[in-house]
Antibody, heavy 116, light 113 residues
Framework: EVQVVESGGGLVQPGGSLRLSCVAS????????MAWVRQAPGKGLEWVAN????????NYVDSVKGRFTISRDNAKSSLYLQMTSLRAEDTAVYYC?????????WGQGTLVTVSS | DIVVTQSPDSLAVSLGERATINCKSS????????????LAWYQQKPEQPPRLLIY???TRASGVPDRFSGSGSGTDFTLTISSLQAEDVALYYC?????????FGQGTQLEIK
């Protein structure tokens, strides 16, 4: 069974940093692109970033460029999102998802709250 | 960036009736190289993550009931639920994956009338 499980969310002050993790199982992690998608409270979905299966290509939405870094460790079947210079508007549930052009499997998400 | 717009924002349909949700992209999401439309539909129930329903505009994902169907071409697409069931109450999103940023529509809330 395909599973992706996020962790690392929490409360952080504006300007702070946080690192999200996602552990995958049930498939060969190194064969797939992966992505982070977020959803602000009561709002719609926003694609944040994605990364190629070998980590050689990364894409970001403009609003996080220069602040967020997506990475992966295929040996650990893990995906990461390093978030710095966090703003109130980054408050959201962050989902990890397997990417096959479309987002085929999603985790349950981890909540990031940016507030003083 | 490709803008994706759904209509309506909310929809109430009687049980057993047809529900139709529309999705329009600001530019074509069709790649002639592989003859595919780079558009997907997702369902999100309260307190749950989104679930893939339809990809390549009209291919049902594994385990999705056949009352769900996707259609359309170019810039205009439709998600149809042929006979609404109570468990279909949810938010529905379309998404283009033609090129980054891979934008979503604003969502359509489907309810029972």
């Amino acid at each position: 069974e395909v599973q992706v499980v996020e962790s690392g969310g929490g409360l952080v002050q504006p300007g702070g940093s946080l690192r999200l993790s996602c552990v995958a199982s049930g498939f060969t992690f190194s064969d797939y692109w992966m992505a982070w998608v977020r959803q602000a409270p009561g709002k719609g979905l926003e694609w944040v970033a994605n990364i190629k299966y070998d980590g050689s290509e990364k894409n970001y939405v403009d609003s996080v460029k220069g602040r967020f870094t997506i990475s992966r460790d295929n040996a650990k079947s893990s995906l990461y999102l390093q978030m710095t210079s966090l703003r109130a508007e980054d408050t959201a549930v962050y989902y990890c998802a397997r990417l096959e052009y479309f987002l085929s499997y999603w985790g349950q998400g981890t909540l990031v709250t940016v507030s003083s | 960036d490709i803008v994706v717009t759904q209509s309506p924002d909310s929809l109430a349909v009687s049980l057993g009736e047809r529900a139709t949700i529309n999705c329009k992209s600001s530019q074509s999401v069709f790649y002639t190289s592989d003859n595919k439309h780079y558009l997907a539909w997702y369902q999100q129930k309260p307190e749950q993550p989104p679930r893939l329903l339809i990809y390549w505009a009209s291919t049902r994902a594994s385990g999705v009931p056949d009352r769900f169907s996707g259609s359309g071409s170019g810039t205009d697409f439709t998600l149809t639920i042929s006979s609404l069931q109570a468990e279909d109450v949810a938010l529905y999103y379309c998404q283009q994956y033609y090129g980054p940023p891979y934008t979503f529509g604003q969502g359509t809330q489907l309810e029972i009338k």
